[in-house]
């Protein structure tokens, strides 16, 4: 007999994710997963991982638990912290740079990756707790020197909005800002586009 009670507070537990072994270790043998999938109790969202049928999780903490190394990236992270007001149609996320591409190929959430050296990877990274999971994201300062970096892959409406909104923002912090600079080399562009207005 499953106890389905057991299985929705193990699934709240986890930010609504669940991995196979994850459900093994509640006492659920892969026939009983089987059948709460044929019973449409649980829904696969890819290989190994289940979310319960008609459960709303924030993506962010579908995409920490599917990719724990994942960083929110980019577009996405401009969202996080008010710098643009476009929702952006997926969710952009930095990855190891040898890294298997296979293993991002998912239907959902829809995500873009950015392979990135494993020595940038670790900059500017903060945490978010969500839904009592750890989600790995950029902080504002790091956030900055990717739209340099990647200006071309931005509108130019984003692009403008973000330096400005940053320029604006008192968490904001310059010390962090030149720091990363130096380290992706684009000390030049800083001081181009932001330190007038710092």
Not at 54 to 80: G, K, W
Request: aromatic share 12%; hydrophobic share 40%; proline share 3%.
């Amino acid at each position: 007999m499953i106890d389905k009670d057991v299985i929705i507070r193990e699934f709240h537990k986890n930010g609504g994710v669940l991995k196979t072994f994850e459900l093994n270790s509640i006492g659920l043998s892969s026939r009983q997963i089987k059948k709460l999938l044929n019973d449409e109790f649980i829904v696969k969202i890819k290989f190994g991982f289940y979310e319960l049928v008609d459960a709303v999780n924030s993506e962010e903490v579908i995409i920490a638990r599917l990719f724990p190394d994942a960083v929110i990236f980019l577009e996405s992270t401009l969202m996080h912290y008010g710098y643009t007001d476009r929702i952006p149609s997926l969710w952009q996320i930095a990855v190891e740079r040898n890294s298997t591409k296979a293993k991002y190929k998912i239907d959902y959430p829809l995500i873009e990756p950015f392979y990135l050296d494993p020595k940038f990877l670790k900059v500017g990274l903060d945490t978010l707790i969500i839904d009592g999971v750890n989600v790995k994201i950029y902080d504002r300062d790091r956030t900055m020197c990717d739209v340099l970096r990647y200006e071309n892959r931005l509108e130019k409406e984003i692009f403008s909005n973000a330096i400005q909104r940053y320029s604006k923002d008192l968490n904001k912090n310059a010390r962090n800002l030149f720091e990363y600079a130096n380290i992706f080399n684009i000390k030049k562009k800083v001081q181009t586009y932001i330190g007038v207005w710092l």
